[in-house]
């Protein structure tokens, strides 16, 4: 496989990722049982893992979406987050469940709850497909983990790469 004329190998096939969102969904159902859970999925990223967690909850929940910025196209986080698209929904006094496709640097992930918890929901807590421990520079791990990944640039399964590899079925990782 080539991306962007880079060759990239599976890092994670379908079948595995299948199993891993059905495994998180039970857990989140189980947690949160017989309690109102607004789901926000952070955009683009997410949408695909969103959408398939969702499903496999088996039980009827809110969503919304927002949408924030730090990767700007490249390969490497710019550092600075941007908040471009903000929920319409009110969360104060509610169960929020943050999901996003990764979790590198931390700073997004962090920003985000920080904002969050400023509008008095009564829970936030985060879940994410990937996780990259090795690039962690803020102090902030996610609730739900699917996969502990190395640091190596993914694509696929919603994933991008300046808007390229996000419908692939796999996830890849880019050789450089």
């Given at each position: 496989?080539?991306?962007?004329?880079?060759?990239a190998?599976?890092l994670?096939?379908e079948?595995?990722?299948?199993?891993?969102v059905?495994?998180?969904?039970?857990?989140i159902?189980e947690?949160y049982?017989?309690?109102?859970?607004l789901?926000?999925?952070?955009?683009?990223?997410?949408?695909?893992?969103?959408a398939?967690?969702v499903?496999?909850?088996?039980?009827?929940v809110?969503?919304?979406?927002?949408?924030?910025?730090?990767?700007?196209?490249?390969?490497?986080?710019?550092g600075k987050?941007?908040?471009l698209?903000?929920?319409?929904t009110?969360?104060?006094?509610?169960?929020?469940?943050?999901?996003?496709?990764?979790i590198d640097?931390?700073r997004?992930?962090k920003?985000v709850?920080?904002?969050?918890y400023?509008r008095?929901?009564?829970?936030?807590?985060t879940?994410?497909?990937?996780?990259k421990?090795?690039r962690?520079?803020?102090?902030?791990?996610?609730?739900?983990?699917?996969?502990?990944i190395?640091?190596?640039?993914?694509?696929?399964?919603?994933l991008?790469?300046?808007?390229e590899?996000r419908?692939?079925?796999?996830?890849y990782?880019v050789?450089?």
């Amino acid at each position: 496989m080539e991306i962007k004329g880079k060759k990239a190998e599976v890092l994670i096939p379908e079948r595995e990722i299948r199993e891993k969102v059905k495994q998180l969904a039970s857990r989140i159902t189980e947690d949160y049982a017989g309690k109102d859970l607004l789901v926000v999925g952070i955009l683009k990223g997410s949408f695909i893992f969103l959408a398939d967690l969702v499903r496999e909850m088996g039980r009827d929940v809110q969503v919304d979406f927002m949408q924030v910025a730090s990767y700007h196209s490249g390969t490497e986080s710019s550092g600075k987050v941007e908040f471009l698209k903000d929920i319409g929904t009110d969360i104060k006094g509610r169960n929020v469940l943050l999901v996003d496709d990764i979790i590198d640097t931390g700073r997004t992930l962090k920003a985000v709850v920080e904002v969050l918890y400023g509008r008095k929901p009564s829970s936030v807590k985060t879940c994410v497909l990937l996780d990259k421990k090795e690039r962690r520079e803020v102090d902030y791990d996610a609730d739900y983990v699917g996969f502990v990944i190395p640091d190596r640039f993914v694509v696929g399964y919603g994933l991008d790469w300046g808007e390229e590899g996000r419908t692939y079925r796999d996830i890849y990782a880019v050789l450089t």
